[in-house]
């Protein structure tokens, strides 16, 4: 099965600098590769995806960018605001249906 | 807006006993999922389903049956709860395999 990493664990940004979460996984079959938010007290919630015939992808402050050679794509976010403070995951997808979880980015964003 | 609905947001049980999780979703999605949330090891995936009777294992199976009669509805049993299956699960569910999963809140389950 997919081998999927997430790091750093914990980030802690002050408002208003950037964060970035990098993920890399094992299957060189991934074509799809989203980034999950979830809010203290709720289930996680679908925040950007890419797929694999483009190597970036933005909406608003939030962007993926992929590199398939080296099997690793990372989320980004510019202007981090409190509401930005969550659990960020990935979930690498190859050819199944059944999404592989990274562990999970705790990320604090402070005033 | 699609709608995962969980049946308890938190249930404590007693070790041995049979329990049973529900979920229903309302945009007649395909797939439904059932995972296990602990702290430090993310979401891992217990059963999915991808159609109506149909069930597939996922990474950590064992203790736990599914059910899913009805396509809207997807159960997880655990036919004997233990201590170590105290934990947050969640259902979630989508049209398709590169398709956005929507997901439910949540039970937090207490085995004692």
Redesign the interface.
């Known amino acids: 099965g997919e081998n999927v990493e997430q790091h750093p664990s914990t980030l802690s940004v002050q408002e208003g600098d950037s964060a970035v979460i990098k993920c890399t996984y094992s299957d060189s079959a991934s074509n799809y590769f989203p980034w999950y938010k979830q809010e203290l007290g709720k289930g996680p919630q679908l925040i950007i995806d890419i797929r694999s015939n483009v190597g970036e992808k933005k909406d608003q402050r939030i962007a993926v960018t992929l590199n398939k050679t080296a099997k690793h794509f990372s989320l980004h976010i510019t202007e981090t605001q409190p509401e930005d403070s969550a659990v960020y995951f990935c979930a690498p997808l190859a050819s199944t249906s059944k999404l592989t979880f990274g562990t999970g980015t705790r990320l604090q964003v402070t005033l | 807006d699609v709608k ?1 609905t969980q049946s308890s947001r938190y249930l404590v049980k007693r070790t041995g006993e049979k329990v049973f999780l529900e979920c229903v979703q309302d945009m007649d999605h395909e ?1 439904m999922f059932w ?1 296990r949330q602990d702290p ?6 217990i059963y ?1 389903s ?1 159609d109506v009777k149909m069930k ?1 294992k ?2 950590i199976p064992e203790g736990y049956s599914v059910s899913r009669e009805k396509k809207e509805r997807f159960s997880l049993i655990l036919e004997s709860a233990s201590t170590n299956q105290t934990s947050m699960y ?1 259902c ?1 569910s ?1 049209w ?3 398709e ?2 929507f ?4 039970t937090q389950l207490s085995v004692l």
């Open positions: 995962v797939n995972y430090g090891l993310g979401l891992r995936l999915f991808y597939e996922g990474d969640l979630a989508n398709g395999a590169h956005k999963l997901f439910g809140s949540g």
